[in-house]
């Protein structure tokens, strides 16, 4: 079965720098959501999007902005990246706007600024 | 708010041995989801188990088993006869149902090591 898929899987940058990863969900999933995983941390989720629309906000810094394309897919955009934002960064993706609907995860991008 | 407790760190057994994660939540929402995902340590986060709150029958799936008390607010998980392919993070997570806001909320994960 397909999965999430996240590009690129892993991704070196500079402070100050800027970033895009990408999001593929699973084929008829139409709902988004990323999530944030710093080293031995739990994710904390950062956003979401059902529809290409922006469906919920959590604790995403004002430097990171994300949509949902036509296609479904994601970009999450981080700018003036700082050392701290280093984390591994998962996609999931669902079926629906209802909590029915299991949240499946993609293999995340593992994001390392210097 | 939600809040998922995982009072166990780090767990470490023997091969063949049963282990119990614990999983405690707190949440003002009547109807709710619960969840288990296994984080490997090549870092990807994989479903096991939904649980909504109207529903509590343990569930069994091989060596897994799930206990959902609603009167405990708790939802373990048990390891039958564990394996060396176990050793994982396991986080429990809690969503909320009805509504918009559909984000989980993770525990801090228990990292179970299985020695051969």
């Known amino acids: 079965a397909a999965g999430v898929i996240q590009s690129p899987r892993h991704l070196i940058k500079e402070k100050r720098e800027t970033a895009t990863l990408k999001c593929y969900p699973i084929?008829?999933?139409?709902?988004v959501y990323w999530y944030q995983q710093g080293p031995g941390q739990d994710p904390q989720f950062l956003i979401s999007f059902y529809e290409k629309m922006q469906s919920d906000k959590g604790s995403i810094p004002d430097r990171f902005s994300a949509q949902q394309f036509s296609d479904y897919h994601s970009e999450l955009n981080m700018s003036s990246l700082e050392l701290g934002d280093s984390a591994l960064y998962f996609c999931a993706s669902s079926s629906g706007q209802t909590s029915t609907d299991t949240q499946y995860f993609g293999p995340g991008t593992r994001l390392t600024v210097l | 708010a939600q809040k998922v407790t995982q009072a166990q760190t780090e767990i470490s057994v023997v091969e063949k041995e049963d282990v119990t994660l614990d999983c405690v939540y707190e949440?003002?929402?009547?109807?709710?989801?619960l969840f288990w995902y296994k984080q490997p340590p090549s870092g990807e986060l994989v479903f096991l188990i939904r649980r909504n709150s109207f529903d509590e029958q343990n569930e069994i799936s091989g060596r897994y088993s799930w206990n959902f008390q609603k009167s405990t607010s708790s939802f373990n998980f048990t390891i039958t006869a564990s394996q060396v392919v176990d050793s994982a993070v396991y986080f429990c997570a809690l969503s909320p149902s009805g509504g918009s806001n559909y984000k989980l909320t993770f525990g801090k994960g228990t990292l179970l090591t299985v020695n051969p």
């Open positions: 949440t003002r929402d009547t109807t709710y989801y």
């Open positions: 084929p008829r999933h139409d709902t």
